[in-house]
């Protein structure tokens, strides 16, 4: 995060390199036969194909995407994963919180600034439908990159775990009152840029920027090239201080640009390693780890000569990401003005379907998106009661607010929030137990800044932000299949400023063929705000994901 007066100076510079382009993308999203891994399936492409096409952009133009649905039996929409979405809360895509699902054979614009440089990705947030595929990286290059003139050329390296079945099967089979130990999917595969893989032609005394991307649905992933040390330059899109590392662990929505140099004196073809980590805790040395699915890339400098087979890591030890510095000295915001404590358990619901719970109790979606709820209900949209059971928290404009997420599950767990970077002040080592206030704690001066923190398992950490971006923003688990159990909350920052906010007609008419009201309280009453008959109180007991009913609505 950049401060007021870097940012003048920095758009000033903006403005002496290039003048803002308007960036423009139409896609239809479609359902495409691939084979990622060798197995053939289903899987959601845009304009027939599949992987999905990047978007690409320089800080300060803007993007514009026209979806067009044409998946026939399901739903769709996007998200834009770390955009802050300045003055454009409307675009930031989740169903339920900013817009209505958008329904086949209908369009629907998104168009917002890109202000802050980085490596990003987009995907559908509608009802746990991307692990179906429609996901891709999202790059805003920086006229005044720090790293400029450090590196030769530029890569994507996405992971992912990878499905045989459908989203909507997984899910199904999960919610289910027999899963009483809250089992997630297990990945059938690993796959790497979407199946095509990852080997790169490599020059001695060329460094290469690596941006890597985990798309994934459950599982981290370990990361290690032989014989050649990562300069780790982002956590997510903010830049650190150059760290150097042998192991790299990234989990599911995180991103870390890395720098790769090819010296004079290598010799032959390198390998490296990626590896899913699908273990509940990599730092537990008596737990029994498990490696089951990898992939092994090259570094090719001659490509007549083999390419070696990886290294077994016997133990992996990556770097602690939370300790790593920020680029620009930017001390920690304090104090803070608002805590919000997120204490989060699996739990079960009134008819006993495995959830997942912040503060003992599970999100489910409303009728009336949060966002347009906010927009709608006058002076009541500081009381949290108009919003129903999405875990509602209010912020001020322009308050600094801490966050605690004390993980109380034996497992580790992303969280990323969606409108802001935030500083990890602090996180506690696996095991360490819930957060006991801020005293005793050693937090950081200059703490880094990202979008997405794993938490260690049963123990916590310490985020903070400040109010500056008046919106609706999600705050959840980055394991897709831990969003559909309710693992969610939702900061509704500054009300008092999205009073009267207007929607796009298309964003609107997308609610009405949905069929969803577009005003008043979670359940559309728009006399008594504070009335909550309607609400949903109880999770749905069938699942349907993100097919589309029209019966239904
Ligand atoms: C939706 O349509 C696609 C393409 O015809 C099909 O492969 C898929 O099974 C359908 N999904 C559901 C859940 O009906
Ligand atoms: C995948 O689908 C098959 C067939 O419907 C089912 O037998 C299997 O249990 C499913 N696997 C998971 C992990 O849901
Ligand atoms: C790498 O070099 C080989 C041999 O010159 C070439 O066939 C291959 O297409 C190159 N790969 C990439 C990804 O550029
Ligand atoms: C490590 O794993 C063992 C075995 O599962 C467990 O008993 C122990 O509590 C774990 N330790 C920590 C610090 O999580
Ligand atoms: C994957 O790599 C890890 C680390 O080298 C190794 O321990 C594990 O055995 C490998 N797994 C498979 C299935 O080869
Ligand atoms: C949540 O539930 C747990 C276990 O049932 C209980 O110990 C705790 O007091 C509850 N917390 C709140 C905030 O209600
Ligand atoms: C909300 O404000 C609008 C515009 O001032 C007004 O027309 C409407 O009556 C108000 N609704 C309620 C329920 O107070
Ligand atoms: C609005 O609804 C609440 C809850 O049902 C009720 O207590 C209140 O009296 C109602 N207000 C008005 C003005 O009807």
């Not at 960036?23 to 399936?41: E, K």
């Not at 150059?242 to 720098?259: M, S, T, V």
């Amino acid at each position: 995060m950049i401060p007021p007066s870097t940012l003048l100076f920095f758009f000033l510079a903006l403005a002496l390199v290039a003048s803002p382009a308007t960036v423009t993308y139409d896609w239809n999203v479609m359902w495409v036969w691939a084979a990622p891994d060798g197995f053939g399936r289903p899987v959601i492409g845009i304009n027939g194909q599949w992987p999905c096409p990047p978007i690409e952009a320089t800080v300060g133009d803007t993007v514009v995407i026209n979806l067009l649905n044409l998946l026939g039996n399901q739903t769709t929409g996007l998200h834009f994963h770390g955009i802050n979405q300045v003055q454009t809360a409307d675009m930031d895509g989740p169903s339920g919180t900013t817009q209505c699902s958008v329904p086949p054979d209908m369009g629907l614009k998104y168009q917002f600034t890109v202000d802050e440089a980085g490596t990003y990705w987009y995907h559908s947030h509608d009802m746990g439908q991307y692990p179906d595929g429609l996901r891709g990286p999202f790059i805003v290059h920086d006229p005044v990159d720090p790293f400029e003139g450090s590196y030769d050329e530029e890569h994507i390296l996405s992971i992912s775990d990878w499905y045989h079945n459908d989203s909507i099967t997984l899910v199904r089979n999960m919610l289910n009152p027999s899963n009483t130990d809250f089992r997630p999917p297990l990945p059938d595969s690993l796959i790497v840029n979407e199946g095509q893989g990852f080997e790169l032609n490599v020059t001695k005394g060329k460094t290469y920027r690596i941006r890597i991307i985990n798309y994934a649905a459950f599982a981290a992933a370990m990361v290690h090239f032989d014989s050649h040390t990562m300069g780790i330059i982002t956590n997510d899109a903010a830049y650190i201080k150059k760290e150097k590392a042998y192991h790299l662990r990234i989990g599911p929505a995180q991103r870390h640009d890395i720098l790769i140099s090819v010296g004079d004196r290598d010799a032959g073809n390198y390998p490296f390693l990626v590896a899913l980590d699908v273990n509940r805790d990599w730092t537990n040395s008596t737990e029994t780890m498990s490696w089951p699915l990898n992939y092994t890339g090259h570094l090719v400098l001659d490509p007549s000569l083999p390419l070696p087979a990886a290294q077994v890591v016997d133990r992996w030890l990556p770097p602690d990401d939370a300790l790593f510095k920020p680029y620009e000295d930017i001390a920690a915001y304090s104090p803070y003005d608002k805590l919000i404590t997120l204490d989060f358990r699996f739990c079960l619901d009134q008819n006993g379907y495995p959830r997942s719970c912040f503060n003992n109790l599970t999100y489910i979606t409303q009728k009336v998106p949060t966002l347009y709820s906010a927009a709608t209900t006058n002076d009541s949209n500081t009381n949290p009661i108009v919003y129903g059971q999405v875990n509602p928290f209010i912020i001020d404009y322009g308050i600094t607010v801490q966050i605690v997420i004390n993980n109380l599950d034996s497992a580790s767990h992303p969280f990323h929030l969606h409108g802001h970077q935030f500083q990890v002040l602090y996180r506690g080592a696996s095991g360490s137990g819930p957060w006991r206030g801020d005293d005793g704690l050693d937090y950081s001066v200059f703490p880094p800044w990202r979008d997405v923190v794993t938490v260690m398992p049963d123990s916590f950490a310490v985020l903070r932000f400040r109010a500056h971006n008046p919106g609706v923003w999600l705050f959840h688990c980055h394991i897709e299949w831990h969003v559909e159990m309710g693992l969610t909350a939702t900061v509704i920052e500054a009300p008092d400023r999205l009073r009267g906010m207007t929607f796009p007609a298309d964003h609107i008419e997308a609610c009405r063929r949905m069929g969803i009201p577009y005003r008043g309280n979670a359940a559309g009453n728009t006399h008594n705000f504070t009335d909550t008959t309607g609400f949903r109180l109880v999770p749905p007991t069938t699942y349907n994901g993100a097919l589309y009913l029209p019966d239904d609505t």
